[in-house]
């Protein structure tokens, strides 16, 4: 047998073997031997990477400025091969009760004393994105509103959305005055029932980002060039219309895939720098994070 | 000349965000143009483009905002996904069964538990289902017999007059015990048999799916009066034979539908119709008389959907009538080492047609036993010749029937 090209993924719920056993098989298929190495948190996998125990990572986004970073800081090119249709152009909503004090067009200052719920620590989405939104606007925390975090599963870099959903609830419980969350998650809270039908307002918004990306590196992996580009190929060649393929696109929230862009990580690099997350060489700064 | 600029089709949400149902007026707007195709859509709820560029992404349609007079207006392209999910889809049939093609020959295990007539997901997952061609299980009848059941359905509690006084000497209640004991079993095996089938019928066949089920429904029913008419006076259950139960066990032991259906309601159930009649006539109290019309209009129908199935199937398969009849006869040699009707039963039921315990009346009881043998084995004989079987060996087979008359 071939020595398949090892791929790590973060286990952040029980479907993500359902999800790579899936994709083991569909490689298969393609006469392409894949395995795939599960990691309990992001910080693991980048260091795994650099080390040379896996050939390609499914990095969330704060993932992939950490390996981009320490692939840098050692003479590395980081790349990008691939992403979800999903993946693109994200924003995170700051979301209030309909009865809000705060007005609805962005003017943010009515903000002040109150208590806005974030995601956990390590989400972009939900924590660093906001922050450095808030930050942008003028606003800081501990100065000009109070931060109430909902932090679940440290190092899954806010892949399990728990800590928004419990930022929502909290919200709608009146515990809370604001709540940071994906706009996707927005919808779906909608749906569950968690934010009902007219009982809330969308008052900010972020920019537009991007999420995970399968990264390669440069000269450190055993797997050849030839080994990713054909990975790349057949991921691509995923096909929504396939039956055999689509349950595990649903699962993994996609229609198509897409060639990897790194184009859309500039908002999160610098919430990094903002809120002191890594540092230029990818070490943790955040001395209160556990994963 | 002036050059026509060409505007997609354009829809107004007002203030409904996507948060509160906006989706589906975008979803209907959407499904009158082919993908690739665009669509604009103007809003004025609280973030409305956010949301839709968030639901954009979930579905696989592309979006971009412009400014028109001052007010965004998103644009969104139909992405290929929703349409693509049903690529490969399959058509199950139809849901009216009167429509040509409506009922397929063969069921499909992809098909699973949808609804006849439904679009079914490629990538479904296969269920199997043992009954799952046409031939096996069907009859046209199937439907309308249903429908009778539906609306023949009866209430034990209200439909017979339970506190009817009455008081009969002690060796007929007796009687009448054994013999509720004995349909009690008899009917426990017609609950069982068409139970076991139902699970294994395809859905798509439904009209046989519900008419077994409500079978299922009348025998249980039947199981209920009969217990109570026992526990009437105090009486407890009394003999169950081992010849009795082993000639129901070769009901229950019969794999092929058509030839289970052919033993236990052409024959069976076709005999017990005899049986229930003979009690409504000379049961010697009105709470069984009762009993026994209720049950028998029931089973009648029961009879009804084993002689229209065989009817249906021989038409497809003459051939088949072969081993019906080879049935009957397999049945009669696996019993011919057993008792047959259990001599308590045959008792029970002189008893209780004599209504008294004096030798004239048990004279007479007896003369009726034996006029309803003749009966149950002519109207057998009757259906037997209606499925086709020549005079002769509708004569032979009706006589070879278990005397357990089930």
């Known amino acids: 047998m071939a020595k398949p090209l090892l791929l790590g993924a973060v286990a952040y719920a029980p479907k993500v073997v359902t999800i790579w056993e899936g994709f083991k098989e569909y490689f298969r298929r393609h006469d392409f031997e894949f395995d795939y190495m599960l990691y309990s948190n992001y910080e693991r996998q980048v260091e795994a990477q650099l080390d040379g125990s896996i050939d390609l990572a499914w990095n969330s986004p704060l993932a992939w400025v950490r390996a981009e970073r320490m692939a840098r800081a050692h003479g590395l090119e980081a790349r990008a091969l691939a992403m979800r249709d999903s993946d693109r152009d994200l924003c995170s909503v700051l979301v209030v009760r309909s009865d809000s004090r705060v007005a609805t067009t962005g003017e943010l200052t009515a903000l002040a004393g109150q208590m806005i719920g974030f995601g956990a620590l390590d989400s972009p989405q939900a924590n660093l994105i906001p922050r450095d939104h808030l930050r942008a606007q003028g606003l800081l925390a501990g100065r000009d509103y109070t931060a109430r975090r909902f932090d679940e599963l440290g190092g899954k870099h806010g892949d399990h959305i728990g800590g928004e959903r419990a930022a929502a609830l909290a919200l709608m419980a009146g515990e809370i005055d604001a709540a940071w969350m994906i706009d996707g998650n927005y919808l779906a809270f909608a749906r569950e029932g968690i934010l009902p039908a007219g009982a809330t307002r969308i008052v900010a918004r972020s920019g537009s980002y991007d999420h995970c990306n399968f990264t390669s590196i440069c000269g450190i992996s055993a797997a050849s060039d030839e080994m990713a580009a054909r990975f790349t190929e057949l991921l691509l060649a995923m096909d929504w219309q396939d039956a055999q393929v689509r349950p595990l696109l649903e699962l993994e929230g996609l229609k198509a895939w897409l060639p990897g862009r790194t184009s859309g990580y500039d908002l999160l690099m610098r919430a990094v720098d903002d809120e002191k997350f890594y540092d230029a060489e990818g070490n943790i700064l955040a001395t209160d994070y556990r994963y | ?406």
């Open chain 2, 1 to 406: 000349m002036r050059k026509e600029t060409y505007l997609p089709p354009i829809i107004d949400i007002e203030n409904l965000g996507l948060d509160a149902g906006a989706h589906l007026l975008i979803k209907y707007g959407l499904g009158a143009i082919p993908p690739g195709g665009e669509l604009r859509v103007v809003g004025s709820s609280p973030g409305w483009e956010v949301q839709l560029a968030a639901w954009c992404r979930a579905q696989g349609h592309g979006m971009s905002m412009q400014q028109q007079d001052g007010h965004p207006v998103a644009t969104v392209i139909r992405g290929a996904a929703d349409a693509g999910r049903w690529h490969d889809a399959a058509h199950a049939g139809h849901g009216d069964a009167a429509l040509p093609g409506a009922v397929a020959d063969q069921a499909l295990s992809c098909w699973g538990l949808a609804a006849r007539g439904a679009t079914v997901e490629a990538g479904a997952p296969d269920i199997h289902f043992r009954l799952d061609r046409k031939d096996e299980v069907w009859a046209d009848t199937a439907a309308v017999l249903y429908a009778q059941a539906v609306a023949a359905q009866w209430n034990p509690a209200t439909a017979i007059d339970w506190n009817e006084p009455f008081d009969l000497p002690a060796a007929v209640e007796d009687a009448v015990a054994q013999l509720m004991t004995y349909l009690i079993e008899n009917e426990a095996a017609a609950l069982v048999v068409p139970a076991r089938f139902l699970g294994q019928v395809h859905p798509h066949f439904r009209e046989i799916q519900a008419l077994l089920a409500i079978q299922v429904a009348d025998e249980a029913r039947h199981i209920e009066v009969f217990t109570r008419r026992l526990r009437l006076k105090g009486r407890e259950p009394a003999l169950s034979t081992a010849g009795g139960q082993a000639s129901l066990k070769t009901l229950l032991d019969e794999p092929d539908f058509s030839v289970a259906g052919f033993l236990l309601s052409v024959l069976g159930e076709g005999t017990f119709v005899s049986l229930l009649n003979f009690l409504h006539l000379h049961a010697p109290d009105p709470v069984t008389r009762q009993i026994a019309r209720l049950t028998a209009r029931d089973e009648a129908r029961h009879v009804a959907f084993g002689m229209s199935h065989l009817l249906w199937r021989l038409q497809q398969e003459p051939q088949f009538r072969t081993r019906l009849a080879n049935a009957v006869q397999s049945r009669n040699d696996a019993l011919a080492n057993t008792a047959g009707l259990n001599e308590e039963v045959f008792d029970a039921l002189i008893l209780i047609a004599a209504g008294e315990f004096t030798p004239q009346a048990i004279a007479a009881g007896y003369v009726r036993v034996q006029q309803l043998i003749a009966d149950m084995a002519e109207g057998r004989r009757v259906r037997l010749e209606r499925l086709g079987f020549d005079k002769e060996a509708a004569l032979h087979l009706a006589a070879l029937h278990t005397r357990n008359f089930m």
